[in-house]
């Protein structure tokens, strides 16, 4: 039986008054009745609106209504009607391209001039053209062979910026008691100073072996890929005597999908369209932290 769905207008900006409209007649004719259930509302610098659905919409139906919301300059997200927003106890979200700026291991090779080599693996794997990430890791780390340690430090410091809305995404996330988990491709380096500058509770990654200052071309240990990111939330979950419904995950890449299948609010940020087609809300315009008003 098809259950009822929340849309969420997202704006950095007041929503055009043809928004609703512009979506009332796209689900008129897929035979859905949407309703206005709030109004326009400002919150932390964003706005808001919410309508109800009637019935659940097909994926094929959510890309075209993210598209009519795209034409008013608007996000848009579908949340289920059986999601509690006070029960959502963890946080769980990607590094590269999602919490900061940049994809670290692109930026270290940019260092070598190997950047154009690596990132054509990096966005393959994103799109899920390369579907075993541990190898395509493998590969983009070997290209690194000979690379000094320090380039790891200008990377974190000339490059590295966390995302809009980052810091105030894991403020309210902490002011709320959720436990934070930043589950990565990348590198420990990173996510370690990370976890220290903006509070993480958890962090997984990978570690790049690294002798005589330089970085050798190898991971040590397991890989940290997309089967991994789903165990990491399952643990963070089982912590906090919750379910996975009870999440919030966030992500841009194929890799991430595994973890956020099955959570509670699935965020696709400036995402591959393999990720925006599978994830409840899809932030194209609006920063991180405009997540704290699905589960206001």
């Not at 008691?177 to 370690?192: C, K, M, N």
């Not at 997984?204 to 397991?222: D, F, P, R, S």
């Not at 939330?233 to 379910?243: I, P, R, V, Y």
Request: include cysteine; charged fraction near 20%.
């Amino acid at each position: 039986m098809s259950s009822p769905v929340t849309l969420v207008s997202l704006a950095n900006s007041p929503i055009p008054p043809g928004l609703g409209s512009a979506l009332s007649e796209h689900a008129k004719v897929l035979g859905i009745e949407l309703q206005s259930s709030q109004a326009m509302l400002s919150r932390s610098g964003y706005f808001s609106e919410r309508w109800m659905a009637s019935k659940t919409l097909m994926p094929e139906a959510r890309v075209a209504m993210r598209d009519i919301a795209a034409t008013h300059g608007t996000d848009l997200a579908f949340l289920s009607t059986a999601f509690i927003p006070q029960e959502v106890r963890v946080l769980a979200m990607d590094m590269d391209s999602t919490l900061i700026n940049i994809e670290c291991i692109d930026e270290i090779a940019d260092f070598t001039g190997k950047k154009a080599a690596v990132s054509e693996i990096t966005e393959a794997t994103m799109r899920g053209e390369i579907k075993d990430f541990k190898e395509s890791l493998r590969r983009r780390v070997a290209l690194l062979a000979g690379v000094s340690a320090d380039v790891l430090d200008s990377v974190y410091k000339e490059r590295l910026r966390p995302n809009p809305g980052a810091l105030e995404l894991l403020a309210g996330a902490h002011q709320r008691g959720l436990y934070t988990l930043l589950v990565s491709g990348g590198f420990t380096f990173f996510t370690e100073k990370l976890q220290k500058e903006l509070g993480f509770k958890q962090t997984q990654a990978n570690t790049l072996e690294i002798i005589n200052g330089k970085l050798t071309g190898k991971v040590l240990g397991e890989i940290v890929d997309g089967a991994a990111k789903a165990a990491y939330l399952d643990g963070a979950c089982t912590l906090m005597n919750c379910t996975k419904s009870h999440a919030i995950t966030m992500g841009d890449g194929s890799n991430d999908l595994p973890m956020m299948h099955g959570s509670g609010i699935s965020i696709a940020y400036r995402a591959k369209p393999i990720v925006k087609e599978k994830a409840d809300a899809a932030f194209d315009r609006v920063g991180l932290d405009a997540a704290l008003l699905l589960i206001a």
